[in-house]
């Protein structure tokens, strides 16, 4: 897809699924490769040699991510959020960043990183104009994450991404943490003392069934009610009140003014009913669910359709078929098909 977007408008009212719930956020994976391997995402021996990785020339190229994004904000989407695998090692990211920045309606750029590469391209990334940033740091016990990350993280360089993050003008980064009990549950409430009045809300994700290789077992996941507990006993919090129906995390401040923290609960309290996110893969296969085991390849299309119209409308018609809401429905029989890894689909 060679030539300009040339799309007309859509009526964002229509692009709705059969729940009701509107297309407004896109997230979208711009690599697959990472150079971490952690257990709950691409685990050591779940890769067989470099070939199962995508070859560059089947990722989507910048002008192919500009045409695709644009398609989406026809649609309502109006928040992106550029994922991986780990996003920064595609080559020439800020350069796309700052096409993405230029494109009218959409509102809010972000990024989840590993925060390895930050130190060297935070200030690139804040000049391109991406507006906030997550760092994936599940403990700051450095045996333990480098267990996690499968002997590839080193903590120091991800504290010392951070604070680059900060000097290049990111104010409020968000800590992402996936917790696993007896892997890192014991170490949260020091990841989250070290967090406290820095002005980054740290997030604990609960451990979820994403793919097929983290050999996910429910007596594995701490349930976020037990936090709010732990948290509450030793640094009193409150609730805030959501503005947002398609909020992720269920966020709590401390009362001594120090932050807050969010609660990402898929697997004790689902969110399905607010979900308003589309995921495309950076080979250009589009997901409506991060727990699907099928999307639609919107490749041969974007690469050889008519007109990118054709593309824009494909998208419209894939979410308003969407019934997914796997978080709700898990466990229940129905879904024991295969699902696609969290590195293909982009967290």
């Known amino acids: 897809m060679d030539r300009p977007l040339a799309l007309h408008p859509v009526d964002t009212q229509l692009s709705r699924d059969r729940l009701q719930r509107p297309l407004r956020e896109l997230r979208l994976s711009v690599i697959d490769r990472c150079n971490f391997r952690c257990t709950y995402c691409m685990p050591l021996g779940s890769m067989k040699g470099k070939g199962s990785f995508l070859p560059l020339e089947k990722l989507l190229t910048d002008h192919e991510i500009i045409n695709l994004v644009k398609a989406f904000v026809g649609l309502g ?101 996936v917790v696993q009990k007896g892997v890192n549950d014991h170490t949260v409430l020091d990841l989250l003392a070290h967090f406290r009045g820095s002005g980054h809300p740290v997030r604990l994700i609960e451990f979820m069934d994403v793919g097929n290789s983290n050999h996910w077992n429910p007596a594995d996941v701490v349930p976020n009610a037990e936090w709010v507990e732990r948290i509450n006993a030793r640094w009193p919090i409150e609730s805030l009140v959501s503005t947002n129906p398609a909020e992720t995390a269920r966020r709590y401040r401390y009362l001594d003014g120090a932050g807050e923290i969010g609660l990402i609960s898929s697997i004790s309290q689902p969110f399905c009913g607010g979900c308003t996110r589309a995921r495309i893969t950076a080979d250009g296969i589009l997901y409506t669910c991060l727990f699907s085991n099928r999307g639609t390849n919107l490749m041969p299309l974007i690469r050889h359709s008519d007109g990118p119209g054709q593309v824009q409308q494909k998208i419209h018609d894939v979410w308003a078929a969407r019934t997914d809401r796997y978080s709700e429905e898990r466990g229940d029989g129905r879904h024991d098909e295969s699902k696609v890894e969290m590195y293909r689909m982009g967290g």
């Open 77 to 177: 989407v109006h928040k992106l959020r550029i994922t991986g695998g780990e996003p920064l090692i595609r080559p020439g990211l800020p350069a796309l960043l700052e096409q993405l920045a230029e494109i009218p309606g959409l509102n809010d750029i972000a990024l989840t990183t590993n925060g390895v590469m930050l130190d060297r391209l935070a200030d690139d990334l804040a000049k391109a104009g991406l507006g906030r940033l997550t760092v994936s740091l599940d403990t700051l016990d450095p045996d333990i994450l480098g267990t996690i990350s499968g002997g590839k993280a080193d903590l120091q360089e991800v504290l010392t991404g951070i604070a680059a993050a900060e000097r290049a003008g990111f104010e409020r980064i968000k800590i992402n943490t």
